[in-house]
């Protein structure tokens, strides 16, 4: 088999740490296992490895929004995680959000922004359609990459270092707790509560050891709550048309869940948190990366 990580995104270095922490699993588990970056020419690497299966370790661009998913479908080569369609939506922050919303689905109000108003105008905009604080974020990067939290007196600071970006999502903050919930194909997984010490589950919460962000598992919540958040993830799952393993990203506040985004290719590192709550379902590391495999093989 042949693992695909690295890239060209900005989670590089994330997608890297999940290829090494997978194929070392595999490897001293038997498993015949390369890896190589994807690059242009990916069809040549596919012909010299020929691989019964690909696991796709690549995340953000490139990597995680339908374009190596196409590639690898015109191949006829099996990959595991979402097809092309449905990554290239859960990636689209704004088409994911609305597909949501049409589903009766809680998610933070939003507006777009593609730099083509005044800040002073997007600024009497934001105060008439959502009010401060709020999220700004680009609509296609992931692992809380480039997301900022604005109290209007920064708001023209956070949107001059994302103007590499055409456009970029401005939605409300919500105020609660933050929760993680984890489909494995028509299994409901499982939950993970995350506490962070900075003022949200930012990058460096996320991969930062020192960043003493506490893990609670399993989540303290009355067991019709945690079937109603479960069920959520699920069919934000179903609608998208994921497969594989997806990790959706919710805050739960006065007694609501709201969905801010899914994951069709969560990160499989040390503290990655798929892993972890598969983990406290009794399902190693093992496990779940040769249930993945075999999910993608059925797809061929």
């Given at each position: ?18 290829g ?12 015949k ?10 069809e ?6 020929k ?5 796709n370790?690549?995340?953000?661009q490139?990597?995680?929004?339908g374009y190596?998913?196409t ?5 006829n080569?099996p990959?595991?995680?979402?097809g ?10 704004e088409i ?10 809680k ?6 922004f ?25 609509l ?6 480039n ?8 708001l023209?600071?956070?949107?001059n270092?994302?103007?590499t970006?055409k ?24 939950a993970?509560?995350?506490k962070?010490?900075?003022k ?10 020192k960043?003493?962000?506490q893990h609670?598992?399993?989540v303290?919540?009355?067991k019709?709550?945690?079937n ?10 179903k ?9 959706s990203?919710f ?8 969905l ?18 598969a ?6 590391f093992l ?14």
């Amino acid at each position: 088999m042949l693992i695909l990580s690295g890239g060209i995104s900005k989670e590089r270095l994330i997608s890297l740490d999940t290829g090494i922490q997978v194929a070392k699993e595999l490897k001293k588990n038997g498993y015949k296992v390369k890896i190589s970056e994807p690059d242009n020419n990916l069809e040549k690497i596919i012909k010299f490895f020929k691989p019964n299966v690909i696991f796709n370790a690549l995340h953000g661009q490139f990597g995680e929004d339908g374009y190596i998913q196409t590639i690898l479908d015109k191949l006829n080569i099996p990959y595991t995680h979402s097809g092309a369609i449905a990554s290239s939506i859960a990636m689209d922050k704004e088409i994911s959000k609305k597909l949501f919303i049409k589903n009766k689905i809680k998610t933070p109000k939003f507006l777009t922004f593609s730099y083509d108003i005044t800040t002073y105008s997007l600024i009497k905009k934001i105060n008439r359609q959502l009010k401060f604080p709020v999220v700004v974020k680009p609509l296609n990067e992931g692992s809380s990459v480039n997301v900022y939290i604005s109290h209007n007196n920064n708001l023209s600071k956070i949107l001059n270092k994302l103007k590499t970006y055409k456009k970029v999502l401005i939605e409300e903050f919500i105020e609660g707790r933050e929760i993680q919930v984890a489909i494995m194909g028509n299994k409901k997984l499982g939950a993970i509560e995350l506490k962070p010490k900075r003022k949200f589950y930012d990058y460096k919460a996320k991969y930062d050891l020192k960043a003493n962000t506490q893990h609670i598992i399993p989540v303290d919540l009355p067991k019709n709550k945690f079937n109603q958040l479960m069920g959520i993830a699920y069919k934000a799952h179903k609608i998208i048309g994921c497969r594989g393993v997806t990790r959706s990203d919710f805050k739960f506040f006065n007694g609501n869940f709201y969905l801010l985004e899914l994951n069709t290719q969560p990160g499989m590192t040390k503290l990655s948190l798929v892993p972890e709550i598969a983990l406290y379902k009794g399902i190693t590391f093992l496990k779940l990366i040769e249930w993945m495999l075999k999910d993608a093989s059925k797809k061929k």
